[in-house]
Structure formats: structure tokens, C-alpha cells
């Protein structure tokens, strides 16, 4: 139980760091890539705005014929003395390709590149033609199409060393990131533990307390009973001997069930290989007389042989009696009660439906806890005192496995799934 709170503050803390990490990783390179594309895309502008075409086979980068003090477009009051003096537009390499307004291929820069070629050039620039866009970017390089006067210019800017600089960096901050995931595991191990431990502690100081007042109890229990039987036998039939004796064994049982709780949650179970049909089986055939004397139809054709568990027999046999016990007493008379058992992928799995009034999901939650009786049916009339499905509930937590409770049809049934046998 307290393994599972465990892990899941740590299950809890790991994702809240990991979504945080993730979130302000995700938020940092998005706005960081995005600045540089504006910014490469401010340079590839500069780049077309003096850009003009001569008589020679190759193109040129002219000043434009502007006032000194006139801005070139989209420049955000950069002068063409800027453009000159600026040292990421010196050192970054550009190419273009010139269309005439019919489509044709006027002139090719390829920066004498060994990576493009005026080929490559010419074929990303024909798409990115074709589909009309203004800006945007293929493979390492980041494009920009514009109109001058009388053609059509596709501008690129080698995007290679950035893109290479953000992957780079990107794979770092994983590794660091990833170092720092571990770092903080075991930081929350370390406080889920400590989390936990007073809850541990009060726990088996509960255990303790209902193991220890079951034995004191033991004592004066059987002495009154030994003394009720003596005045029985001296003074004959009583109304009020028989309420002492009556008191005194209800007392007695809840004492055995107290005991038997403690003893379940407190001792680790010795465990083997086990034949869990024949276990249900066994216990479900004394059963049939207890259900015959109140009309209730118990039926066990759905027991699948040969299920295995590893398990502790003896728990095992009081785990199905428990379950049993609790839809033959909340059945309805002539009413029906199905045990079911089968072996599903590496769990075996044994429920026990009855008919009856459905559960509120409130009732399901509270079902398991010790003392709980959430209706008049269970009014702790005979031994039932709210404590059999607590015991249940520990001998399947003690054999790592799972119980839980599902209404529908008209029927309550209770499911155990426990691990198969080896």
C-alpha cells in the first residue's frame, strides 16, 4: 500500500518537472528560432532590396540609387552604409535565382558553392515559384521571393551552421537535462520516503494496537464465558444468562476477526505454487446447504480448471469463504449467486456476483475499509461486524494483486485478479 503512495509522488513529482522542463525548453527555442528567422529573413530583404541584375552572366549587388537617408524596404531604418558594415550579412552566404515574368531562368548565383549547384538552385527555386510563397524554408536554407523590375527573384541564405548551432545545442541541454532528470529522481525518492514514513508509522502503530487489545481482550472473554456457563448449569435457562452468553460470543468473534485482520496485514504470507480451482471449488461445496436454506440458486459451472497462483493456501480458502459469505448474506431470497474463475493473460481471475441493490459509488470506495457497514443488510447482525472485506482486501494486497467491486444488471459483483503461478 505504502509502496504505491510512494511511487506515485514520485510519478507525481517527475512529471511535473519533466511537463516544466519540456514546456520552458519548447518555449525557449521556439522564440529563440523564431528571432533568428526574422532576422535571417531581414537579411535575405536586404539582400533583394540591392539587388539588381546586369549584362553580365552573373548577378550583382548594387547600392540602390536612394538618398542617403531613405530606408531600404522592410528594414526597420537600416541604411545602405548598414547593410555594408554589417558583419552577419558579409560572412553569410547567399544565392539567387532570377525568373523572367514568363517563367524562364534569367540568371543563377550559386556563391561558386560546392553544396549547391545552379541545378539544385534552380529546381528549389521552380517550386517554391510554383507554390507562390513569399518566405519560408527548405532543407539548410532559408528562401524569399520577391518581384523586381521585370523579373522574379528567389533569394536564399545558407542556414547550415545556425541549424547545425541550434541541434547542437538542443542535444546538450538533453543530456544536461536528462542528467538533471536523474539527479531529481532520486531527490524525490529520497522525500517520498519521507513523505510516507509518518503514515507508515502510524499504520503499524494501528496494527500494533488491534493485534495487542485482541489478546488482552482474549482473556476476559473467556472468562466470562466459562462463568456464564457455570451459573447456566447451576441455575438453569435464563433470559439473562443467554444475553450475557449471546453478548459474549458476538464479542469473541469480533475479537477472532480483530486478530485476524492484525495477523493479515502484519505477517508476510508464506507463498507456493497453488491450485486456486481446487482452493474455490473446496470452499464454494459447503456453501450450497447455507445457500439451499435460504433459496439462493449458487452456481460454480464457470470455475476453469488448473488455474495456478502462488499464493498461500490458507488465505486463499479464506479469501473465497469471505466473498461467498458476503452474496449469500446480501442475496435476496430465491435469489442467485455466480462464482466464476479463469486464467486471463499471466492473472488469475475470480469474482462472485449476487443479486442485488447496487452500490454508490461512495459505498464502493468505503466498502473495504474495517467496520464499514454502509446499509441495514449490514447492521452486524450474527458476526458480521464491517471487518470480512477488510480481511479480503489484505490477503489480496498481500499476494500482489487487485479486488474491486462493479454493480450492473442488477448484480454486485466482486472481482480479485492475483498474479498466475509460475
Known sequence: MFRRSRIKIIASIMTILVLLFAGTLGL????????????????????????????????????????????????NGMKEKEIEDDPLFQLSIFYSVAFSQDGDVISVDDNNSNVYSAQKLTQLAERIAQKGDSQGKTEDLIYRREEGDGYILVAFMDNTIMSESVTTLFQYTLIFGSGAAVVIFFLSLVLARKIVKPLEESHGRQKQFLSDAGHELKTPVAVIRANADLLSRELGSSQWLDNIQLEN?????????????????SAEPDMKKTDFSHIAVGEILPFESVAFEKGIQLSYDAIKEGVLVFGNPGQLQQLVAILLDNAVEHSPRNGRVTASLSAVRNKARFSVSNEGQPLSKEERQLIFERFYRGDPA???????YGLGLAIAKAIVTAHHGEIHVDCGDGLVTFTVSLPAGA
Open 249 to 265: 460470543n458476538r464479542m469473541a468473534a469480533l475479537i477472532r476477526q480483530l486478530m485476524e485482520l492484525a495477523r493479515t496485514e
Open 28 to 75: 525557449i527555442y521556439f522564440t529563440s528560432y523564431m528571432e533568428v528567422y526574422d532576422r535571417d529573413q531581414q537579411m535575405l530583404r536586404r539582400y533583394c532590396g540591392a539587388y539588381s541584375l546586369s549584362g553580365d552572366p552573373q548577378p550583382r549587388i548594387k547600392a540602390p540609387k536612394v538618398p542617403d537617408d531613405d530606408r531600404l524596404p522592410g528594414e
Open 378 to 384: 449490514r447492521s452486524g447482525k450474527g458476526d458480521h
